[in-house]
């Protein structure tokens, strides 16, 4: 069955705590990419990757980290530096980064709430 | 900068009412548009798009058209349903594609 996978669906954490949320994908897309959503508000994109072992910070990187070691999956660290980091988070893919007539797939989502 | 503008929200419709959602973008150059939908709890989905000038991109009932003379991607269906209730996001990504820029989203609510 094709798709991304999130997890975990929820997740809490203690200020102070680094915390690690999961993406992957058996879509064999090149590029995928880290969204945050607050509520009432639009996607705010966080970091993306077009190609293994390559990554680019997007508009609100700081206090994130993410590594790209294998094309399946995109994992991203919010980190005790993040201040607000309660938020719901979103992973996407593409088939290939640069195509601008391609379709963004996103996985379900990991909503984290600090304690 | 590039920009998304949605019409606010809530939306509140009864069932089988005509929905039309506005939206109107600025971007350099030609950009694709997009309008996803997001059901509670759950993550985007494409609901349709259109890569080109006066190109209509329709889906489930939905159309939108790109004017590029008016700078809009409107978001029309003549008539929804109670399961169209959810959150619109419309965007645009423009050549060399690396970044998609979202509206803030418009939520609808549909009546029985």
């Known amino acids: 069955d094709g798709g991304i996978t999130q997890s975990p669906k929820y997740l809490f954490r203690k200020e102070g705590q680094n915390v690690t949320l999961s993406c992957e994908q058996n879509?064999?897309?090149?590029?995928m990419y880290w969204y945050r959503q607050d509520p009432g508000q639009g996607l705010r994109l966080i970091y993306y990757?077009?190609?293994?072992?390559?990554?680019q910070k997007g508009d609100i990187a700081e206090g994130y980290s993410v590594s790209r070691e294998k094309k399946e999956s995109f994992p991203l660290t919010v980190t005790s530096a993040q201040k607000n980091p309660t938020a719901f988070y979103l992973c996407?893919?593409?088939?290939?980064?640069?195509?601008?007539?391609?379709?963004?797939?996103f996985g379900p989502g990991t909503r984290l709430t600090v304690l | 900068g590039d920009s998304v503008t949605q019409m606010e929200g809530p939306v509140t419709l009864s069932e089988e009412a005509f929905l039309t959602i506005n939206c109107t973008y600025t971007?350099?150059?030609?950009?694709?548009l997009f309008w996803y939908v997001q059901y509670p709890g759950e993550g985007l989905q494409l609901l349709l798009k259109?890569?080109?000038?006066?190109d209509k991109g329709s889906n489930k009932g939905f159309e939108a058209t790109y004017r590029k003379e008016t700078t809009s991607f409107h978001l029309e269906k003549g008539s929804v349903q109670v399961s169209d209730s959810a959150v619109y996001f419309c965007a645009l990504r423009y050549t060399g594609g690396f970044k998609t820029i979202f509206g803030a989203g418009t939520r609808l609510f549909v009546k029985a």
């Open positions: 259109a890569t080109k000038a006066d």
């Open positions: 879509l064999n897309h090149d590029a």
């Open positions: 996407a893919t593409q088939k290939e980064g640069g195509r601008f007539t391609d379709t963004q797939y």
């Open positions: 990757s077009q190609i293994v072992n390559d990554f």
């Open positions: 971007a350099t150059g030609y950009p694709s």
